[in-house]
């Protein structure tokens, strides 16, 4: 315990446990004592020490008790944190794309399948939008892959996201993005924006500086699809479209944006 709460020996001796904690911690064990007397428990807690630094905490306590009658607490408490913050990191590296940021292809897959569930069951809408860079091997073969890594990192800090949506890097070159309770023809709005930031922009390469473009797909459920295969097929579908019209476009499954200029 010295350790633990910075505390000699001498200062623990007697001290009341709730004294060991922050005040806004402190009714977290008020509320677990009267528990503790009755039966065990083991229970991991982030919470607040008397110094204002948050640990997560392991709790495991049981009644103390002799000739059968409870006299106090058994209680042993290990410092979790570090292996949280290990598990944090783990579960960080499994569901992130490390170029981007952004969550990965399988995160964004088993939210798009809980998205469409909950669609049916509340009977609502939304929509998703893939971004595809235009000509993205062509990059690659002219400039290298460092400069393509480059151009696919500076992405997502061009977009304004949506306060709602789920982004990923779906593929080498494409971000899909999930709109929640977002109308088809908001998310087209949002995918024309994104079109135009990223044609407008400017990135520095070595000496010069490159532009590219990108071309959209937008699809809603359940109008372009009712499951995860319809939807992502569809999509695909529009956007291998939009690519044979020369990219730089916004399009759905039904129809498709001619070029503003």
């Known amino acids: 315990f010295e350790s633990l709460f910075r505390r000699p020996r001498e200062a623990l001796m007697g001290a009341p446990l709730e004294s060991l904690f922050g005040e806004d911690s402190r009714f977290f064990i008020r509320r677990r004592i009267p528990l503790w007397t009755r039966e065990p428990e083991v229970i991991q807690q982030p919470i607040?020490?008397?110094t204002g630094q948050?640990?997560?905490?392991?709790?495991?306590?049981?009644?103390?008790?002799?000739?059968g009658q409870t006299t106090g607490i058994v209680l042993f408490i290990r410092d979790m944190t570090a292996l949280h913050q290990?598990?944090?990191?783990?579960?960080?590296m499994s569901?992130?794309?490390?170029?981007?940021g952004l969550m990965n292809r399988r995160l964004f897959m088993e939210s798009l399948e809980l998205m469409i569930r909950q669609a049916w069951q509340r009977r609502r809408s939304f929509s998703i939008v893939f971004v595809n860079v235009d000509y993205f091997r062509m990059v690659v073969s002219q400039h290298g892959v460092a400069v393509a890594d480059g151009l696919l990192r500076s992405l997502p800090g061009l977009i304004e996201w949506p306060e709602n949506a789920l982004a990923a890097r779906?593929?080498?070159?494409?971000i899909a993005v999930l709109l929640p309770d977002?109308?088809?023809?908001v998310a087209q709005q949002w995918a024309e924006e994104v079109r135009r930031r990223v044609e407008q922009a400017a990135f520095p390469v070595q000496d010069r500086t490159l532009r590219?473009?990108?071309?959209?797909?937008?699809?809603?459920?359940?109008?372009?699809?009712?499951?995860?295969?319809?939807?992502?097929?569809h999509s695909y579908?529009?956007?291998?479209?939009?690519?044979?019209?020369?990219?730089n476009r916004v399009v759905t499954p039904k129809q498709t944006f001619p070029l503003r200029t």
């Open 237 to 247: 579908m529009a956007m291998q479209r939009a690519k044979q019209m020369g990219g």
């Open 95 to 100: 569901t992130t794309d490390p170029l981007t």
């Open 212 to 233: 590219i473009t990108v071309s959209c797909s937008v699809a809603s459920f359940p109008d372009h699809g009712q499951s995860l295969s319809e939807l992502i097929g």
């Open 48 to 50: 607040e020490i008397h």
């Open 54 to 67: 948050v640990l997560h905490l392991l709790f495991s306590a049981s009644p103390l008790t002799v000739d």
């Open 170 to 174: 779906y593929g080498d070159d494409e």
């Open 86 to 92: 290990f598990e944090v990191q783990l579960t960080h």
């Open 182 to 185: 977002t109308a088809l023809d």
